[in-house]
């Protein structure tokens, strides 16, 4: 991103040293732990810029997201969302932030109720925020149909979820999503349940539809072969953690972290023109949430691991390049940008 370009764009969402941590009950009664979902998470998201989220099952990503959607409290730290805490919003001014994030799911199938017409499905969330006016309701739905490319429109609205098609099916998913015209854009995994032939096409139009509205997206996925086609920045999340954050380009031509580089090694890409080196794939599995082990959480998969730092101290985030973090003791000696203990 240019100097230019940092500018003329302004801070969207900003999250601040964010914990989500669940605790468990022994018995349903005593104490036993906690597991700790999300754990000191920072970064901020520009208006109108697109993010990816990545990493494997249980790495944190939907415990994050639901966390910025206000669906899960913080245990510490802070979300600041268009200059307003998300800790310090609650009642009418809680659902009125919600109503400002657009959330597509992963399974269009599970996601829409198949016993609601898509008009139905449409017109619920602009009952729910207080669109009284009937033709209103109908005229954002035909222009929000029409956007996601769903037409002729006036055959789709007394259709049900079960008469469309997948790749249907999850447009329908994104224009609920923007029906009330939010500044942020989650989706989860939004082409992981689509044939390959539509991947591309439900990329694209969430691409457009990003750049039309000047929205703020983040793409969560575990497969970075489709992050080249969407997004400006990427994170990579492991244990609970942000291990890496840089530039699309930069992350993906110059994976630092350890584990970054074999993520790259699992995703394949359609494109012979970005084959990627292979390199050796770390044994073993994610730690356990409840007890992650000492010093970098990666360390026990690690091919790089120094005996004696990275299994006994917690690495800070070290900038290797403008814009490019790491959280590994790989790059001490570089400039540390957040010291996490």
Same mark, same amino acid.
């Given at each position: 991103?240019?100097?230019?370009?940092?500018?003329?764009?302004?801070?969207?969402?900003?999250?601040?040293?964010?914990?989500?941590?669940?605790?468990?009950?022994?018995?349903?009664?005593?104490?036993?732990?906690?597991?700790? @979902?999300?754990?000191?998470?920072?970064?901020?998201?520009?208006?109108?810029?697109?993010?990816?989220?990545?990493?494997?099952?249980?790495?944190?990503?939907?415990?994050?997201?639901?966390?910025?959607?206000?669906?899960?409290?913080?245990?510490?730290?802070?979300?600041?969302?268009?200059?307003?805490?998300?800790?310090?919003?609650?009642?009418?001014?809680?659902?009125?932030?919600?109503?400002?994030?657009?959330?597509?799911?992963?399974?269009?199938?599970?996601?829409?109720?198949?016993?609601?017409?898509?008009?139905?499905?449409?017109?619920?969330?602009?009952?729910?925020?207080?669109?009284?006016?009937?033709?209103?309701?109908?005229?954002?739905?035909?222009?929000?149909?029409?956007?996601?490319?769903?037409?002729?429109?006036?055959?789709?609205?007394?259709?049900?979820?079960?008469?469309?098609?997948?790749?249907?099916?999850?447009?329908?998913?994104?224009?609920?999503?923007?029906?009330?015209?939010?500044?942020?854009?989650? @989706?989860?995994?939004?082409?992981?349940?689509?044939?390959?032939?539509?991947?591309?096409?439900?990329?694209?139009?969430?691409?457009?539809?990003?750049?039309?509205?000047?929205? @703020?997206?983040?793409?969560?996925?575990?497969?970075?072969?489709?992050?080249?086609?969407?997004?400006?920045?990427?994170?990579?999340?492991?244990?609970?953690?942000?291990?890496?954050?840089?530039?699309?380009?930069?992350?993906?031509?110059?994976?630092?972290?350890?584990?970054?580089?074999?993520?790259?090694?699992?995703?394949?890409?359609?494109?012979?023109?970005?084959?990627?080196?292979?390199?050796?794939?770390?044994?073993?599995?994610?730690?356990?949430?409840?007890?992650?082990?000492?010093?970098?959480?990666?360390?026990?998969?690690?091919?790089?691991?120094?005996?004696?730092?990275?299994?006994?101290?917690?690495?800070?985030?070290?900038?290797?390049?403008?814009?490019?973090?790491?959280?590994?003791?790989?790059?001490?000696?570089?400039?540390?940008?957040?010291?996490?203990?």
């Amino acid at each position: 991103m240019s100097e230019m370009q940092e500018k003329s764009k302004e801070v969207l969402l900003s999250i601040q040293d964010l914990h989500v941590w669940y605790e468990l009950k022994r018995f349903g009664f005593g104490h036993a732990g906690f597991v700790r @979902a999300v754990d000191g998470v920072s970064f901020d998201l520009m208006q109108g810029e697109a993010m990816a989220c990545v990493g494997e099952s249980g790495c944190g990503k939907s415990s994050l997201m639901k966390t910025i959607m206000g669906l899960n409290r913080p245990t510490k730290g802070d979300i600041v969302f268009d200059g307003t805490k998300l800790t310090e919003t609650q009642g009418e001014a809680l659902r009125l932030y919600r109503s400002k994030i657009g959330y597509v799911q992963q399974d269009p199938f599970g996601a829409l109720p198949p016993f609601m017409s898509i008009q139905r499905i449409l017109e619920e969330p602009l009952i729910v925020n207080g669109i009284k006016d009937k033709a209103e309701r109908l005229d954002r739905i035909r222009r929000t149909l029409t956007e996601v490319k769903l037409t002729p429109v006036e055959e789709v609205l007394p259709k049900y979820p079960h008469m469309l098609s997948g790749g249907q099916q999850q447009r329908v998913v994104i224009a609920r999503a923007m029906i009330l015209e939010p500044q942020l854009l989650v @989706a989860d995994e939004p082409v992981s349940m689509l044939d390959a032939s539509v991947r591309v096409e439900i990329l694209k139009l969430l691409r457009g539809l990003q750049e039309t509205h000047n929205l @703020a997206v983040i793409y969560i996925t575990h497969d970075l072969s489709t992050v080249r086609y969407f997004s400006e920045y990427i994170f990579v999340m492991y244990a609970g953690e942000v291990v890496e954050i840089a530039e699309m380009e930069t992350l993906l031509n110059n994976p630092q972290h350890p584990y970054t580089q074999a993520l790259l090694t699992a995703s394949s890409d359609p494109d012979a023109n970005n084959a990627l080196v292979m390199r050796d794939i770390p044994p073993g599995e994610p730690p356990s949430l409840v007890n992650p082990p000492e010093g970098c959480r990666f360390n026990p998969r690690c091919p790089e691991m120094i005996p004696g730092k990275c299994d006994v101290k917690r690495p800070p985030s070290f900038e290797t390049e403008k814009h490019h973090k790491v959280l590994c003791w790989l790059y001490e000696g570089e400039k540390i940008v957040d010291a996490t203990g």
